[in-house]
Structures are given as structure tokens and as C-alpha cells.
């Protein structure tokens, strides 16, 4: 079991420029999520998934686009990055809906916009 | 809106030092609350699940309460070790897919 995996590690991106970003996990969960981690504010929650083919904004979605074509994979999409979006993006994966149920979390990318 | 809060933003403590960390959250209409382990660059690794209707879980030296009605946790760490040093996160489960995260601590033991 690989557990959540993401790539890139790191990416720096211009203003402008578009890039996905990729998640994928090997414990078919249903429900996957994408969070942003910016120094002194925790991590806030984008998007997320609870199956294939179902999507829901988060906290924090503007600039950002999620598909969840299979239930392996989770892109994340930035159509235009600005520096607004620089920092680390987790993605994570939980079975169900249970409440004893908790998140498996990929190793994050770090992004730079600049 | 749900807040989380976690004080103190970072510690320092000797090696073998006994310690608590501190979790507060403003609506109690919570399923569950989870303490995480972050290591610098990595990702996160869940340590203790306390489901609402509980009261702690202990987890080897670690040991996690919940309070709800005062909107409290702690995350107590006994006879602390280097390999102890990380960012220890709180987080809320509040249904659908959307923990709801603290600041963090950032923890160092002194060798």
C-alpha cells in the first residue's frame, strides 16, 4: 500500500500560468479532499470528494477546479495561479462517513507563484 | 463559524519533561475531534480519534481528553523525547468530508 500520493513535490509557477496538481490513493476510499497550509492559519479545506463523479467546494475554493473522474485519483486544478496561491497543498483520503474514521494525508506539494 | 484555536503556538521543554498541549473550539456540535503529528515537510499522521460521546484516548504515552461542553482538548505527552518534536495539530470533525483545523503547536524537546 502506497497510501496517498502526490506530485509534484515542488513547483514553481508566473503569475498566469495554469498546472495540475495530482493525487492518488491505493485503499479505495470514497471520500478524498484537498487542503492549503499557510503559515500561522492551520489547514483549510478547497475541495472535496465523497465518491467518483461527486465534488463539493470547501472553505476556501475560489482559483481552484476538482474532478474525481475514478475513485483512485483527485486533481487538483489551478486554471490561472496568482501569488494568493502559494503554499502547501495536502490531499487526503478517508473510507467513509464513519465517525470513527479518520484522514490518510499525502505528503503535500509545495507551490510557489510568482 | 466553527474556530479552533491552539495555544501555545510553540514550546520548548526539556528531555523527560511531562507536557500539555491545548485545544479549544467554539461550537460543540462536533462528531469527533483528532490530534495529528506534523514532521517539517511532510504530511500529516493522525495520533488520537475521540469520538464526541467520549472522554479520552490513550495511545502509549499519549493521552488525549475531550471536554465538549467547555469547547476543550488536551493532548497530554508524557516523559517527552526528542523524537517527540513536530507540529501537533487539532482538528474538528463536523460531518461531510470538512475537518476543521488549528493553528498548530510547534513542539521541541531538548536533548
Known amino acids: 500500500n502506497a497510501g496517498v500520493t502526490q506530485t509534484p513535490k515542488f513547483q514553481v509557477l508566473k503569475t498566469g500560468q495554469s498546472m495540475t496538481l495530482q493525487c492518488a490513493q491505493d485503499m479505495n476510499h470514497e471520500y478524498m479532499s484537498w487542503y492549503r497550509q499557510d503559515p500561522g492559519m492551520g489547514l483549510r479545506l478547497i475541495h472535496y470528494?465523497?465518491?467518483?463523479?461527486?465534488?463539493d467546494q470547501g472553505e476556501v475554493p475560489n482559483g481552484y477546479n476538482v474532478s474525481r473522474s475514478t475513485t483512485e485519483d483527485f486533481p487538483l486544478r489551478l486554471l490561472s495561479a496568482a501569488p494568493s496561491q502559494t503554499s502547501v497543498y495536502f490531499c487526503?483520503?478517508?473510507?467513509?462517513?464513519?465517525?470513527?474514521?479518520?484522514?490518510?494525508f499525502g505528503p503535500g506539494t509545495r507551490l510557489l507563484v510568482l | 463559524k466553527q474556530e479552533v484555536t491552539q495555544i501555545p503556538a510553540a514550546l520548548s521543554v526539556p528531555e523527560g519533561e511531562n507536557l500539555v498541549l491545548n485545544c479549544s473550539f467554539t461550537d460543540s456540535a462536533i462528531y469527533n475531534l483528532q490530534w495529528f503529528r506534523q514532521d517539517p515537510g511532510k504530511g500529516l499522521t493522525s495520533l488520537l480519534l475521540i469520538q464526541s460521546s467520549q472522554r479520552e484516548q490513550t495511545s502509549g504515552r499519549l493521552n488525549a481528553s475531550l471536554d465538549k461542553s467547555s469547547g476543550r482538548s488536551t493532548l497530554y505527552i508524557a516523559a517527552s523525547q526528542p523524537g517527540d518534536s513536530a507540529t501537533y495539530l487539532c482538528?474538528?470533525?463536523?460531518?461531510?468530508?470538512?475537518?476543521?483545523f488549528g493553528s498548530g503547536t510547534r513542539l521541541l524537546v531538548r536533548p
Open positions: 482538528a474538528v470533525y463536523r460531518g461531510g468530508d470538512k475537518l476543521i
Open positions: 470528494s465523497v465518491g467518483a463523479g461527486i465534488t
Open positions: 487526503a483520503s478517508r473510507s467513509g462517513t464513519s465517525v470513527l474514521e479518520t484522514q490518510y
